[in-house]
């Protein structure tokens, strides 16, 4: 049988457009060769049993349209048949090619089980129809594919900046609750982004993280120069007992939310640009002058608001120690963020995926796409030497704010 194409582990990186292009190569393959074995009556390499003609002759390359645009498929040769062989399949896929543009997201949106990719794939194939066996080997070789990509050796990435984060989705269909998909992506050396893991983490618990956590080392991910989270307790637990000597910046983002969700609307925006003078100050001396500011100018005033600020703000403020060119990269997880905004808007006609492969193959291919349009980092040998240096003094001597204890006990 002729080469299958690209393994999702060799896709990773690479446009959705060429994993699209890539799996439905795979599965016009796969079906080539169960309709030459259904009309010749036997598998490669069996003898007829009985007075059928026609032997298979190799392959030829066919340029093949579909909605993520043209493939070369191996299509089987066929000889000395009474009548001249041809593939209804084949027939099938030409004409209906300009569907494949809606149809090839589908087959993950579906869940990629056997009954699914007959019910989505009906319209296409029409009577020629597919067989269960060329189905469930075609979904079988995507969840290999994507296994593969879940354990890959990770040795080789050196991750200077380490982003984790949780979306939750309606996994199973036997469940009403929501189950959250622990994502890590990092940031390398040659400012790359890549995406390095993926699984279901419940609710989120520090187990869960630990797993996470523990998986990319076992896959050999050395340590990064910093974490860039939220502030979800069981995750920042997690990280304090695997790697407690990683600096670690909180989300500015989540920390504005929680403020001005305890401040009255009327004076939000007010509140909002003091916050802003914090985080978005010119050097770290200059933020904290203006947090201390606004402590002692709302602590009367919004006294849970300034708790919320205060607690662990120096994780907050640990951007100001890195490259100033960086900050904009990882004072937030927005880059995370927005691309959940997508994997949601896509996976709502879904409801609830039929199994947790399904979802995480989904979510993967989303990520995947998205992470290309996140902009590249950029990384001088200057800045690396400063991200080191910035991280081994953050060890030494973390960042300390002491006006937050009178803050926290008032």
Not at 49 to 68: E, F, M, P, T, W
Not at 101 to 115: F, H, Q
Not at 189 to 211: F, M, N
Request: aromatic fraction near 8%.
């Amino acid at each position: 049988m002729p080469e299958l194409g690209l393994s999702l582990e060799e896709l990773a990186g690479q446009p959705l457009e060429l994993f699209a292009r890539e799996r439905a190569k795979l599965l016009l393959t796969v079906a080539l060769e169960e309709e030459v074995t259904a009309a010749l009556k036997r598998r490669p390499y069996e003898r007829s049993q009985g007075k059928v003609l026609g032997y298979r002759n190799g392959h030829r390359d066919r340029q093949i349209s579909c909605g993520a645009g043209d493939i070369a498929i191996p299509v089987p040769r066929v000889s000395d048949t009474e009548e001249t062989f041809r593939s209804q399949l084949l027939e099938a896929w030409q004409r209906r090619s300009k569907l494949l543009e809606e149809t090839i997201p589908l087959l993950y949106v579906e869940g990629l089980s056997t009954r699914d990719f007959k019910r989505v794939l009906k319209p296409l194939w029409g009577k020629s129809g597919l067989s269960c066996s060329s189905v469930s080997r075609a979904n079988k070789a995507l969840k290999e594919a994507f296994d593969n990509w879940r354990r890959r050796d990770l040795s080789l990435e050196d991750i200077i900046y380490l982003f984790l984060d949780g979306i939750y989705l309606g996994v199973r269909g036997n469940s009403r609750n929501k189950e959250a998909v622990l994502v890590a992506h990092g940031v390398t050396r040659e400012g790359k982004r890549v995406v390095l893991h993926l699984s279901l983490g419940g609710r989120e618990s520090t187990e869960s993280w630990k797993g996470v956590l523990n998986d990319l080392m076992e896959r050999g991910l050395r340590r990064s120069q910093l974490f860039v989270t939220d502030g979800n307790q069981g995750l920042l637990k997690a990280i304090k007992d695997v790697w407690p000597e990683v600096a670690r910046q909180r989300c500015i983002v989540h920390r504005i939310r929680n403020v001005l969700a305890r401040v009255p609307k009327k004076k939000q925006e007010e509140v909002r640009k003091a916050v802003h003078r914090i985080f978005y100050a010119a050097c770290l001396d200059d933020a904290r002058d203006e947090a201390r500011q606004f402590l002692s100018r709302y602590s009367r005033e919004f006294p849970t608001a300034c708790e919320t600020l205060a607690r662990h703000l120096e994780e907050c403020l640990t951007f100001y120690r890195f490259p100033e060119r960086h900050w904009k990269y990882i004072r937030t997880s927005n880059v995370i963020e927005r691309s959940f905004k997508e994997v949601k808007r896509r996976t709502r006609v879904v409801g609830r995926f039929p199994t947790e492969t399904s979802a995480l193959v989904m979510v993967f291919s989303i990520l995947n796409e998205e992470r290309l349009k996140w902009q590249k980092v950029g990384m001088r040998a200057e800045d690396i030497a400063w991200i080191e240096e910035a991280s081994r003094a953050l060890e030494q001597e973390p960042i300390r704010l002491e006006f937050l204890e009178e803050a926290l006990v008032a």
